[in-house]
């Protein structure tokens, strides 16, 4: 019973405020991008740089796939293709906002956030 009772505290201090700030708008921390998150920054850079800007405002999983093809669209357009592949799979598996990486969807808002679905 005490375990249960600990599961719905736990719920109600870090989950439902994280769903319930998702509807503010703009993100508390300052936008800051790290390039190709835990890939080599190269001539796709700038791919990198606009799809953090979209990961670090979150919002909806749909927009999250959007982002991930916009990125592997950019990069296969630099003459890329297996390596936007890969880039878009590792966004795809390490992107999540449920993980608590300075890189995941909504890294602007404090962890843990939500989809704003």
């Keep these: 019973m005490k375990q249960i009772c600990l599961f719905f505290m736990l719920f109600f201090l870090f989950w439902v405020p994280a769903i319930s700030s998702a509807e503010s708008g703009v993100p ?3 936008f800051v991008s790290d390039g190709c998150s835990l890939w080599p920054d190269g001539d796709w850079g700038e791919c990198c740089f606009s799809h953090d800007e979209v990961y ?3 919002g909806s999983s749909e927009l999250r796939a959007i982002a991930d093809i916009q990125l592997r669209n950019c990069i ?3 003459d890329y293709p297996v390596m936007a592949w890969f880039m878009y799979f590792g966004v795809r598996l390490f ?3 449920w993980l608590p990486t300075s890189f995941r969807w909504g890294f602007g808002w404090p962890w843990p956030h939500a989809y704003e679905d």
Excluded: D, I, T
Aim: proline share 17%; no cysteine.
């Design 28 to 30: 508390p921390r300052v």
């Design 56 to 58: 670090w405002k979150g």
């Design 76 to 78: 296969a357009g630099k």
């Design 95 to 97: 992107g999540h906002p």
